[in-house]
T-cell receptor, first 113, second 115 residues
Framework: GQQLNQSPQSMFIQEGEDVSMNCTSSSIFNTWLWYKQEPGEGPVLLIALYKAGELTSNGRLTAQFGITRKDSFLNISASIPSDVGIYFCAGRSGGTSYGKLTFGQGTILTVHP | DAEITQSPRHKITETGRQVTLACHQTWNHNNMFWYRQDLGHGLRLIHYSYGVQDTNKGEVSDGYSVSRSNTEDLPLTLESAASSQTSVYFC??????????????FGPGTRLTVT
């Protein structure tokens, strides 16, 4: 089946630093999504990407859909304590699997004040 | 406001018992999904449904079943609970039709412990 490799697995950073994480796939996706999960809650959608090469921002967050359609990147600028959580990438391949998502293992982000 | 709810939020059960986790959404979405979340594995798909009377197996469906008798609900049943099914379970819904596209919205999760 499809697999997504997300890295890094965890990050410990100081408030104000920039953060970068990425996902790579063994197969092509036509949609890339980035979710954030806070303790005790379900994942919440941050950014959705629908075209290869697309670069989309949501406040301090910027995500890109890789040209090869096999990878995606999420950057967080000037991190703040409320950025703490688990960040997941997810991909969708379309066709008869149009509704299904494949998730990465998650990146645990800790921000020290 | 439309929402997706799960119940119970926490459940402790014994090995071998049948357990049903409820998921209810008020968005009128066609698509509903069940995932389990375990450390190091992210979210893994258990079962999913694209509409009433439609159900499909995900990547980790053994020991689980679902039924879709209406648009709003997709209950997840563990036929005979095993310790390996101790996990946090998330339900999600989405829409992908001529009415438009929405990505998956997730419920708050159910923490299940099998002793």
């Amino acid at each position: 089946g499809q697999q997504l490799n997300q890295s890094p697995q965890s990050m410990f950073i100081q408030e104000g630093e920039d953060v970068s994480m990425n996902c790579t796939s063994s197969s092509i996706f036509n949609t890339w999504l980035w979710y954030k999960q806070e303790p005790g809650e379900g994942p919440v959608l941050l950014i959705a990407l629908y075209k290869a090469g697309e670069l989309t921002s949501n406040g301090r967050l910027t995500a890109q859909f890789g040209i090869t359609r096999k990878d995606s990147f999420l950057n967080i600028s000037a991190s703040i304590p409320s950025d703490v959580g688990i960040y997941f990438c997810a991909g969708r391949s379309g066709g008869t699997s149009y509704g299904k998502l494949t998730f990465g293992q998650g990146t645990i982000l800790t921000v020290h004040p | 406001d439309a929402e997706i709810t799960q119940s119970p939020r926490h459940k402790i059960t014994e090995t071998g018992r049948q357990v049903t986790l409820a998921c209810h959404q008020t968005w009128n979405h066609n698509n509903m999904f069940w995932y389990r979340q375990d450390l190091g594995h992210g979210l893994r798909l258990i079962h999913y449904s694209y509409g009433v009377q439609d159900t499909n197996k995900g990547e980790v469906s053994d020991g689980y079943s679902v039924s879709r008798s209406n648009t709003e609900d997709l209950p997840l049943t563990l036929e005979s609970a095993a310790s390996s099914q101790t996990s946090v379970y998330f339900c999600a819904s989405s829409e992908h039709s001529t009415r438009g596209l929405t990505e998956q919205y997730f419920g708050p999760g159910t923490r299940l412990t099998v002793t």
